[in-house]
């Protein structure tokens, strides 16, 4: 696996792991904790260093589920987790990122991590009642005590970027970034290139459309996000699957899948980006690892962003709540 830093000098795997899906979000979760473990480990055994994890998933669970996993093999791993949301009768009731509420959740979410300091504790999403500058110099005195190694935010604006860098440096962005996902691309990733940051995709195979799995006709079970989502709507899926036909005639053309086309897009737009697919299947971990071994040409580039520029996406991303939580 080749590896990036993020930020100054955080040394990750080229492409991480995404473990939200395994506690939430994509229909009835796994039903053997045990099946999950494997996975996480399985994960490390072939090269994945980098995971994500946050104590709104779940809430909670998916912390405790990565920390007894990776336990055994915390010395080779980076684990990132993260605060900002209010957390009430179990599920997220609004932001809060007032200093003594980060506090308070760093300490909770060592507890059921099991580590002594985390390793890249992001914003998850910027509360405009609280100034990012309070929330960077809270992170901060956190890793003055040595609980908290690194600062990111996510779903940030490049002003928030830039305010939040000048009292503690940011070391990562993370934001929903793909080949029909270019939101960050104007300011965002300029930003981050500009002040040394590192940018980690989430999402990055389009909540599996990318992969060439889902369809116009694909079913999704009770609690999948993607049902309120616009963009999965059965006309939208319709509507863009020219973007992921022309990545699948690629992928088969280098003997490749659709989703390492899609990632390795992903890793040619900057050599600090990192990836963070998520899956429930260590097959898949293989899958999407093997995008580092499977580079595009500049032609190749080109012509997929011709392509994804020209017939654009239908749909927004997110439905009108959670798009009222991104930062603008």
Request: contains cysteine; charged residues 20%.
């Amino acid at each position: 696996m080749h590896t990036r830093t993020l930020g100054r000098d955080l040394r990750v795997s080229a492409i991480g792991l995404g473990a939200m899906g395994m506690s939430q979000s994509y229909g009835p979760n796994p039903g053997d904790r045990k099946d999950m473990i494997a996975v996480l480990r399985g994960a490390v055994e072939r090269g994945v260093t980098f995971f994500d994890t946050a104590e709104v998933y779940g809430p909670y669970v998916n912390e405790e589920l990565v920390g007894e996993a990776l336990a055994p093999l915390r010395d080779q791993v980076v684990i990132a987790t993260k605060f900002g949301f209010r957390i009430e009768n179990g599920a997220p009731a609004g932001l809060n990122s007032r200093p003594e509420q980060i506090r308070a959740v760093a300490d909770a979410s060592l507890r059921r991590l099991g580590m002594d300091t985390i390793d890249l504790f992001y914003q998850h999403r910027v509360d405009p009642d609280v100034p990012i500058e309070d929330v960077a110099d809270a992170v901060g005195e956190l890793v003055q005590e040595g609980k908290v190694r690194c600062f990111g935010l996510s779903e940030a604006s490049a002003q928030t970027i830039r305010r939040a860098h000048a009292v503690h440096p940011v070391t990562a962005v993370q934001s929903e970034y793909s080949l029909w996902t270019r939101d960050p691309e104007p300011e965002v990733l300029p930003t981050c290139a500009a002040l040394g940051i590192g940018f980690v995709p989430f999402s990055p195979l389009g909540k599996g459309f990318l992969t060439g799995t889902v369809d116009a006709s694909t079913p999704f079970t009770d609690g999948d996000v993607r049902t309120t989502i616009p963009r999965f709507t059965a006309e939208n899926r319709a509507a863009n699957q020219a973007l992921v036909d022309h990545v699948a005639t690629l992928a088969q053309a280098k003997g490749a899948t659709p989703g390492q086309v899609a990632l390795a897009w992903l890793l040619a737009q900057h050599p600090s980006i990192v990836p963070i697919p998520g899956t429930r299947r260590l097959s898949r971990v293989e899958e999407n690892t093997g995008a580092t071994q499977r580079p595009l040409s500049a032609d190749e580039l080109a012509d997929l962003n011709e392509l994804a520029g020209r017939i654009g996406v239908q749909g927004d991303r997110y439905n009108e709540h959670h798009m009222s939580l991104v930062d603008k």
